[in-house]
């Protein structure tokens, strides 16, 4: 080896190899204090890019799952609606059975038949309320609602079902005048209460349906999420015993470069007399 005050080979090598583990610690502690084994372009843009990709498609399902708990939420008021309708069209068949009954005097008749038409009456009231954040799929005013359904903008679509008195094939003005047309208005209500209960459960199976297609947008959430971090994690057990191994490293290039810087004063001793 040259024996140069100049330069000093020795010194040059170990100053690499120094620098080489300072790279690397400060690396792994990047890893530990972000917890992150890609925390940006510059450790794998490949990567990077891909996890941003699948963060962004995790993320904008929050949006998906708004909508679907907004539509769930549209279809229970719609269905507590529907309870309440077929409970007031129960009602109503029994008191047009009792003012069918031929043997009942005029004050029992018009007290039946004003029971009726309040049972009527509150029943569009109950389907005109049934309304949620100004929205109704029971009082008629829509054929359908689009929520969303995935990240791409694709919709689940909702088919409304009308339960106010045109609906389900009654009027504002349906009643009876008498025995006789009570008896016929039974067979009326009956036919209005098979059809309420039918679009009851259309409605039961759009909900179902809307609760399947929630508990999916959750599952695949989260295997976008755990995908991501499969991708970008770090593992701290690892980075933390490379840690220890590095600082060692690190004290150890000191100590060498230390040695190395003291080689030319080894010259100074072919010029003592």
């Given at each position: 080896m040259l024996n140069s005050i100049n330069t000093n080979p020795g010194a040059l090598l170990a100053l690499q190899n120094l620098n080489s583990t300072n790279t690397e610690l400060a690396a792994t502690q990047g890893r530990i204090n972000t917890g992150k084994k890609v925390a940006n372009a510059k450790d794998n843009g490949a990567i990077w890019s891909m996890a941003k990709m699948q963060s962004a498609t995790a993320s904008s399902l929050n949006s998906v799952k708004d909508s679907l708990q907004r539509g769930q939420s549209t279809i229970d008021v719609a269905l507590a609606a529907g309870d309440t309708i077929t409970d007031l069209l129960t009602k109503m068949k029994e008191k047009a059975l009792a003012a069918s009954d031929t043997s009942l005097n005029t004050a029992s008749f018009n007290a039946l038949k004003a029971d009726f038409e309040s049972l009527r009456d509150q029943l569009e009231k109950a389907a005109t309320n049934a309304k949620f954040n100004g929205v109704s799929l029971a009082d008629g005013s829509t054929t359908k609602l689009d929520f969303l359904a995935n990240e791409d903008g694709s919709n689940f679509t909702v088919t409304a079902q009308t339960l106010s008195l045109t609906g389900i094939g009654l009027t504002a003005t349906s009643t009876f005048t008498d025995a006789a047309t009570a008896k016929t208005m039974i067979a009326t209500i009956t036919t209005s209460l098979q059809t309420a209960t039918n679009k009851l459960s259309s409605l039961g199976t759009s909900s179902v349906g809307l609760?399947?297609?929630?508990?999916?947008?959750?599952?695949?959430?989260?295997?976008?999420?755990?995908?991501?971090?499969?991708?970008?994690?770090?593992?701290?057990?690892?980075?933390?015993?490379?840690?220890?191994?590095?600082?060692?490293?690190?004290?150890?290039?000191?100590?060498?470069?230390?040695?190395?810087?003291?080689?030319?004063?080894?010259?100074?001793?072919l010029f003592k007399g």
């Open positions: 609760d399947t297609h929630l508990t999916f947008v959750g599952k695949l959430q989260d295997s976008l999420d755990a995908g991501v971090g499969n991708l970008v994690d770090a593992d701290l057990a690892k980075e933390s015993a490379k840690l220890q191994s590095l600082q060692t490293k690190q004290q150890l290039g000191v100590q060498a470069l230390s040695i190395a810087n003291q080689t030319p004063q080894t010259i100074l001793s």
